[in-house]
């Protein structure tokens, strides 16, 4: 077997990030990291918060407003239909309870599905779950198999734009045409799409929400909702504020004294990858997830997944018997990270979980040598 090339570092990505150098963060994915430029744009919002209270807190909803524009921007949609909110899982909230439902509608997910959105939608309607296998070859098999789950009563169906554990594209733009012309409506979970993607919105849903703290470099606690046009009308804020006769965005956007400095230093964030050259470092990010994850299936038991091509995550299922559990994924995970200072998602499935490595750059090839080094020393004896 041909030994993967080693990826060249990118220049000055370490620098950017004020992370332990003590511990291998192969987890980006999870909670993201933030740049030190974006740190010290928040760090000075915060002062000024504390050094004139009165003045921060009544200019914010305009300042959130403009803040809002500039992410826009950068995400090529319309500041009108966007709104920051804390997380996906906020945002899934706001859009599930905007869905015109009646009594026998039901929604559609997939196993992939991240647990709290799923809840979410649970709370609004039944649920009918389509079993998606891992080894599913391609975005084709995907879209059929979500395609042969609709019934007669599916009102909307709710899909990861990147599924987390698995690190693939299921709400593809032909999928969502499909499902438009069925008369089906779209919540689209793009937790991971934002800097992910060239353009995380062109995949056209009646709700999509993704975090901007993942791969767009923005404080921890921002991301964004965007709602269609005939639907804007329909979201309506979880806590009411003097913003409301507003309606959406700003509705959702306004929470009191809440901590603004994140939202406000977002367009930071995006601006900074647009300045590092975001293609470069989505092709650099990608490049070191493929070099990991090349690594890692030369081990015994472990098979590398299919995976959409361009994207700074792979997976590959773990031996059989591994990880089958919530429990026994979490126990491997932190056996890991305690043991080695290594990071690195391990994801729960039926008959065996799975390992997830994510790129970024302030990564090294070395980094994911060291934990193919040390992952067989978890696993069962190869037989």
């Not at 060249?8 to 990030?17: Q, S």
């Not at 690594?295 to 031996?319: D, F, I, K, S, V």
């Amino acid at each position: 077997m041909t030994a993967p090339v080693q990826p060249a570092e990118f220049p000055g990505g370490p620098a950017l990030f004020r992370l332990d150098p003590a511990v291998s963060h192969l987890n980006h994915g999870s909670f993201g990291a933030v740049p030190l430029p974006v740190q010290e744009a928040q760090a000075a919002l915060l002062a000024e918060a504390h050094a004139d209270p009165d003045a921060f807190f009544i200019a914010a909803p305009d300042r959130i407003e403009r803040a809002r524009g500039r992410v826009a921007a950068l995400l090529h949609t319309d500041p009108a239909g966007l709104a920051f909110v804390a997380n996906a899982t906020e945002g899934a909230n706001l859009a599930l309870a905007a869905l015109p439902l009646s009594d026998g509608d039901e929604i559609l997910v997939t196993d992939h599905g991240y647990g709290t959105v799923v809840a979410a939608a649970a709370r609004r309607a039944p649920l009918v779950t389509v079993r998606l296998d891992p080894g599913l070859p391609d975005e084709d098999a995907v879209r059929e198999a979500v395609l042969a789950g609709l019934t007669p009563r599916t009102k909307a169906v709710l899909l990861d734009h990147i599924s987390s554990p698995t690190a693939r594209v299921i709400a593809s733009p032909r999928l969502l045409a499909e499902l438009r012309e069925r008369g089906v409506l779209t919540v689209v979970d793009g937790a991971h799409a934002p800097g992910m993607l060239a353009d995380p919105l062109a995949v056209q849903a009646d709700f999509w929400f993704g975090n901007l703290h993942k791969w767009g470099y923005a404080p921890s606690g921002t991301a964004v909702l965007a709602v269609a046009a005939p639907y804007r009308d329909r979201i309506r804020p979880l806590v009411p504020s003097w913003e409301d006769h507003h309606g959406f965005p700003r509705s959702v956007e306004n929470r009191a004294t809440a901590d603004y400095t994140g939202w406000l230093a977002a367009p930071e964030g995006l601006e900074l990858l647009a300045r590092l050259d975001a293609a470069k470092v989505r092709a650099h990010n990608n490049a070191l997830a493929a070099y990991g994850a090349a690594l890692l299936a030369q081990l015994p038991g472990l098979a590398p997944l299919p995976h959409t091509e361009g994207l700074a995550m792979r997976a590959l299922r773990l031996p059989p018997g591994v990880a089958q559990t919530p429990e026994a994924a979490r126990d491997l995970r932190e056996e890991i990270a305690a043991r080695h200072r290594i990071r690195v998602l391990i994801w729960p499935w039926p008959g065996g979980g799975g390992i997830r490595v994510c790129g970024q750059i302030y990564n090294r090839p070395e980094e994911y040598e060291r934990l193919a080094a040390v992952l067989p020393d978890h696993l069962p004896p190869a037989a």
